[in-house]
């Protein structure tokens, strides 16, 4: 089982800028952010491949977030630019510690073993 340890999440005003990272304890293929806002389903964010080769967005964070990957540090990042209210939640970092795929990244929460803590970014008017 891979230990997933987030940070960065935090109170920040529309337009602004927040970083996440998460460090991962073990060896992971396809790691990606999720999050819940309140009275809502999980939902897929960004995902990154093993080699950071390939990266995937949802439609409403395309163009704001990056996701990034230091593989020597075992540590991915959640880059969030032009914030905005409906970005407000809970967001989670997944990681796939095993694999039934050849490269590329996951979108469903299904195909993630490790989950961590939750971390909350809260973006006001």
């Known amino acids: 089982q891979v230990q997933l340890v987030e940070s960065g999440g935090g109170l920040v005003q529309a337009g602004g800028s927040l970083r996440l990272s998460c460090a991962a304890s073990g060896r992971t293929f396809s790691m990606g952010w999720f999050r819940q806002a309140p009275g809502k389903e999980r939902e897929f964010v960004a995902a990154?491949?093993?080699?950071?080769?390939?990266?995937g967005y949802a439609d409403s964070v395309k163009g704001r977030f990056t996701i990034s990957r230091d593989i020597p540090k075992n540590t991915v990042y959640l880059q969030m630019n032009s914030l905005k209210p409906e970005d407000t939640a809970v967001y989670y970092c997944a990681a796939e510690s095993v694999t039934y795929y050849t490269g590329g990244y996951r979108s469903k929460e299904y195909e993630y073993d490790d989950w961590g803590q939750g971390t909350q970014v809260t973006v006001t008017v």
């Open positions: 990154i491949s093993k080699s950071a080769g390939s990266t």
